[in-house]
């Protein structure tokens, strides 16, 4: 096989998990989605779960570097992050909008986005948190990145799985194919752009 034929390097996918609650209901769909992405040859996965690599709340004074503890919870997020082509959001809704830890977490970073694709699958009772991917289009929008038109969103999702925590609707499994697909047309598309010619933000 020639280089000009060859297949692409996979593509480093980071799925963010959004909501630190207590009790919480994002790791059934984490492993949902992630077991989503396992099954494709053409992307790498890397979850990064914000209740397990907490962010400090207070930044630093503009110019200003991190405290050295705030320097060291960093160092588990920032360069995978960085290291990724292309982002999968989990978020739950909270009072219309999405959890301040994923705020918090956007927030610290910038260049991390820029020209990255971004999925987003959403949870939560009849809206299946439809509004808090609408107000992270604006904000990410802000951040340079691309965000994928289409969602995965589960309404009333705690009713949505059974006991093995496997999906009830084949639908959904359908949605989350078609965000995937078009999550790598752009991830390989921006990748190629970037190689050719750095992004100017």
Not at 125 to 134: K, N
């Amino acid at each position: 096989m020639t280089a000009s034929t060859s297949r692409p390097a996979a593509l480093r996918v980071a799925i963010l998990v959004g909501s630190t609650r207590e009790g919480r209901f994002a790791p059934v769909v984490t492993r949902w989605i992630k077991g989503h992405l396992d099954q494709r040859e053409d992307m790498d996965v890397d979850v990064i779960d914000l209740a397990e690599t907490p962010l400090p709340s207070v930044l630093p004074a503009f110019g200003a570097p991190p405290e050295p503890a705030t320097a060291e919870a960093l160092a588990l997020v920032s360069p995978r992050l960085a290291a990724a082509d292309a982002f999968v959001f989990i978020t739950p809704e909270y009072n219309h909008s999405y959890p301040a830890s994923l705020k918090n977490a956007i927030d610290w970073h910038n260049e991390q986005w820029h020209a990255k694709p971004i999925g987003f699958v959403s949870y939560g009772g009849l809206s299946g948190g439809l509004r808090a991917v609408e107000h992270l289009r604006v904000v990410m929008a802000e951040l340079n990145a691309a965000t994928i038109r289409n969602t995965v969103s589960l309404h009333n999702a705690w009713g949505s799985f059974d006991e093995e925590h496997g999906i009830t609707e084949p639908a959904s499994d359908a949605a989350v194919k078609t965000m995937l697909d078009q999550l790598a047309w752009w991830a390989l598309a921006l990748r190629d752009a970037k190689a050719v010619r750095p992004y100017a933000a």
